[in-house]
């Protein structure tokens, strides 16, 4: 007889959606070590946080976080809310002893996130930030295909891109993702942290950086309403943008290898273009996420006038995740790597011993970044 | 108040799994007018229909699918099972008043078929044939764009092809998909069917035929036990392959255009490769299904210069189906394209009003497919 | 000493100008055992033939192809006019003891094809239709591929398809390529032609076809002035279209693989788009002639979590003809196809002995385009 | 009655065989106000030299590049020697009249470029670096949209890589493009130097520059015989490498675009990997130099649910230099962007006028080169 695992999920918007099917789907598609039971959202909107709850599926709905947190039925709370909220819930949950999944970024900055791990560590409980990506069937190959030496014993170059353009209109308004004082930065923590977290993952720690920021359009319409900004409506009057249009680096692992990034919401026609390459001595791997079930390998072993950029279909049941879902060729979406994140999750917490990326993954995130905006900041190299 | 509908769904292998996913799922992302209640399932193998039912979440399972007819609170009759019982299952239903989802092949033959739209027909049930793919936002964006002109006022090709490569192995088994009794035909009714509907419903009906068949491997192990096949274990014994491995036909639409089709089970590297172009006076539409999330256009209206095939990402908020789900740029997967069916099915049968594709496509679909065998059989042209 | 060949070349348009550009380069790419010299350049209009010498680099011209085959310094007569002439001329020049270079189509039908065949195998004269893309790299490779077993011990299909737009606008006039009594047929000797000459090449002789042919738009302007039509002017008056906009055709090779081709000049935003599939027990090729430098290549004997098309940059040194031209990732273009061609058959006339593809391939080639024609006017399957 | 040009070409290796076709070839496909004439080749090897001409089809050769400046009848000449003698070579030049074509990077360093603009210049000679890049037609298909404003009226990011893997083997020898002496520098001044070219030419001039720089593999086999390198035969004792392997570096251009640039020699699978993307307000252009027949466009203004990168065949008529070559669809190879760049250059001689690239670029690059070698030694950010 399985163990049920209760949760509380704090956020209902865009994360929150996507959570909350993850969680209704992982033990219909992963043979789990426990029940999955959602048992309460949390928002501070109290109407839209009962309309999420019945649309996501959800037991219950609370507007006070704290009442997930004093649940003693709680196992775990998972945390999808704006960026400054997250330490503080963290935290009270680690006290509580419970297992936490927190979205990205870890915390505002790098004494927060200290905090962070340090409540995890002392009250010894499981935990994940979600860095889902690390998930997509063609990045854990990635990992797997690194590990068992297929791109050599040397890896020479990491060069990613994250590229939108949701916000190239200047009438586009000035949502929360756009104040620095909710969302510490922009295109740097919520979408360089993504490709940022990606190398650390394949290619190693980062030793050094130097970067630089954008801000393209400086002042913009207020929002008429908060919410999730994608479809924001825009006011007469306006303000100042004051974070990142776009950040560039480059910089060096500590293994050699160097690193050259750029996130920005100012590429037209890039819709969620993660795209990477990797160059070892042994060959070459590439990843665009918008064609997320594809992986590039160029493997200079193949035989000298057959050599050529394999177009890998990750959707083989022997691929990671995958044989969990459909047979070859039938792509799955973005939401699944939601599940498969929570499906390790789970048995993690079952295990009693955290998986990757844990806080300290989301810690180490925060300390490149952070060092990257005071490079750009101070125009000057720093060392981590 | 919405009104509840009770699902009874027939089947519980590959197809029920994909079923029971959309039957959960459509509710959550789709605004119905009606709830749906996943009721009962049904397979004639009880402890796997149990197991299945747990998994796919179920309230209760069955092994005789007459009580499913029979029980007076299912609203809906999905089939799900081998070709060989669509039809009995479905007049069943239709006399029992049900509305019915069928997955394709609707029959094993013209007059199985004639006899099923005849059923619903007489019974007034609101009805549906699965061709799933009609739904996918790319397929469905490919229509609306064809409807609005953008392809120019005449087609003239539609050149399609299914490819996959799952039996190349000689030791693959003698599953069911490769016995005609059961499965009827082989590539032909599986796959071909595909893009004979997809040709039906972008570019019109269908002329006349001229096709060949191929069993590329006549003679196979027989199966250790009675499955799915992807993974079925083979045994010493060997039997003949008595469908077709591939199938390959030319012929014309009404409307002039030319059509060229070729389905396989023998293309090494094709995982479940659609593609698909069609070329009109005004433009070309291409597609490939193991990129769902793309559509290629090609517009001769475009400046001289700069024109070019398209790579539409369609995945915006506008497209097709899209906005139920994820931001621009983040994919949707196989299993979708049953939710989005399903999503119209229910709408369908709240208004008591069938939807396309009706039973009726399905036995248009099968008259084109039986002339193609006919064709194929006597080597000569039929004409519909 | 290297010997010197003398060049009389007939035809001074399109294939002219590709012709002495090879002509010209292949002594300077190539390590050649003779001299090539450009000696005399023939076309009915004097004028017009004087500004092709003066342009493409002949010593002399001439009006009647008589005189380049009564000269007795010449060595290779080059056949680059309209399809109705070849015959007459290369029967000619074989009866004069020139070795021959003819553009394809060999002949206008099987009997003149036959003929040729006859007169150069009486003569003894070095033979060769120029079927140039046998020479693209890229397809050299296929062709080594093949034979080395890359693709298995067995050929499944072969569905290839040559597509261009060039007369899709109803306005554009009935030039020489459009009618019949001088082409002989539309895209069916012109661009079907080829596809059927590298499945010949590269996968054997073909069994048994059923075709079918479709000209769209019956009906054109007339041409002002005779010229080379794809930027020909328009008059007023009308006139039928006799040749074919587009043949579809299946078939069997003799080894059991499946034929699908089809050649079209109705597919919008296709240029001059030549792709195939070639679908073995060991793998798949696919080729696109737009892309000309790259070939792909499924191994189904790579790792199986690892295999996918490779996208093999047919540019090193040691892919067929490379050598000769740039480092890696230097493409070559249209052209240089020709030159592979001369250069090989420069060498044939030097040893004596012809190269494929020689005239007995041009009239095997034909011999398949007219049991299509057949096949096509009388709508059945005609066996070869 | 045209006037002749007579060519005085100073080296004779790869780019000597390169400038020699595009000398013969220019006249044959582009109407040119002037004859051009292959009068002399030289270099220090006499014999090589010698066989130079006789292969690549000039009337004679010398042994000191002295005769060919002091010969009164040479119009131009062609710089393809090594970077260390480009200057002295094209000071000489200058001061004797010649109108001078050279090849790139100009000179060695900032200095030795401003003696040779300043040669150019005081002596009022027709001058060209040549950076035949800026020819491709796909590239100057890209200038033209540009300046006609298809990518709205704002760049913000220009992002370009030149990837190659010519000497990732540690084994490969230190041929002179690995020596500082000789070089200058590594994948900087090669192929850096082609990347920042085409960003100063598409998006504008570089206002700060921050670079790091990395040699991968710091020791190597001597080169048993200097010759061009690619081929290069390996002794058993080794010598430092003095260049760059690899290069990468942020910026800002003059209009408030972002720059980041990335080269390398070490990229497993990257031949000759060009690619850049460019970011405008109103849309998006990407190119691929293995794929240089082509160009990516993304038009923003297109209608919303149809909207995706184009893919743009960059073979017709209309496109810049093509007409000249073949019809569309039929792809043109790296040695014609010489040929492009030599017509353009002729045209400029017999105007007396130069046409960009002037050497004036070739300095303009050389500060921007200067600049990042300045900012990767100091590791600072430097203002240009």
């Known amino acids: 007889m399985k163990k049920t695992l209760n949760i509380g999920m704090i956020g209902y918007n865009f994360m929150g959606k996507t959570h909350s099917n993850a969680w209704r789907q992982v033990g219909r598609f992963f043979d789990l070590p426990a029940e999955v039971r959602l048992k309460t ?29 004093d649940d003693p039925e709680i196992d775990i709370v998972d945390i999808t809310t704006p960026n400054d909220s997250h330490a503080a819930i963290a935290i009270a949950a680690a006290e509580a002893g419970k297992a936490i999944l927190c979205e990205k970024p870890l915390g505002m900055n790098v004494p927060e ?63 929360w993702r756009l104040q620095a004082d909710i969302a510490g930065s922009g295109t740097h923590g919520d979408i360089d942290a993504h490709i940022i977290d990606l190398g650390r993952y394949l290619v190693g720690e980062i030793k050094e950086v130097c970067g630089t920021m954008e801000t393209f359009i400086k002042e913009r319409p207020l929002q008429c309403e908060a919410g999730e900004g994608l479809t924001a409506a825009a006011s007469q009057q306006t303000g100042s943008v004051t974070v990142d249009d776009a950040v560039c680096w480059i910089g060096r692992f500590q293994n050699g290898a160097l690193a050259n990034l750029e996130a920005t919401r100012f590429a037209a026609g890039r819709k969620n273009h993660i795209t990477f390459e990797i160059n070892g001595s042994g060959g070459s791997l590439v990843f665009n996420f918008e064609d997320m079930n594809r992986l ?29 879902w459909w047979p070859a060729g039938h792509i799955i979406g973005y939401e699944h790597t939601f599940v498969h994140t929570f499906a390790d999750f789970v048995k993690a917490v079952v295990d009693g011993k955290s998986v990757q990326p844990t806080f300290a993954d989301g810690l180490a995130n925060e300390r490149v970044l952070s060092a990257i905006s005071d490079s750009a900041r101070d125009q000057k190299w720093v060392i981590l």
């Open 41 to 69: 959202i949390c928002g501070r909107n109290r109407a839209k946080t009962e309309a999420a709850a019945a649309r996501f599926g959800w037991e219950k709905s609370c507007a006070d976080w704290r009442e997930v947190i």
């Open 296 to 324: 590039g390998f160029y493997n200079a072993a193949d035989p000298s006038d057959a050599r050529g950029f394999r177009d890998i279909l990750v959707t083989e049941g022997e691929h990671p995740f995958v044989g969990s």
């Open 113 to 175: 996130c200290e905090k962070m791990v340090t409540a995890v560590e002392k009250a010894g409980v499981v935990n994940m930030v979600c860095h889902n990506y690390r998930r997509i069937p063609a990045i854990a190959l990635a990992k797997r295909m690194i590990e068992r030496g297929d791109l050599g014993d040397r890896i020479y170059h990491y060069r990613a891109r994250y590229a939108q353009e949701w916000i190239m209109d200047p009438a586009f308004p000035l949502v």
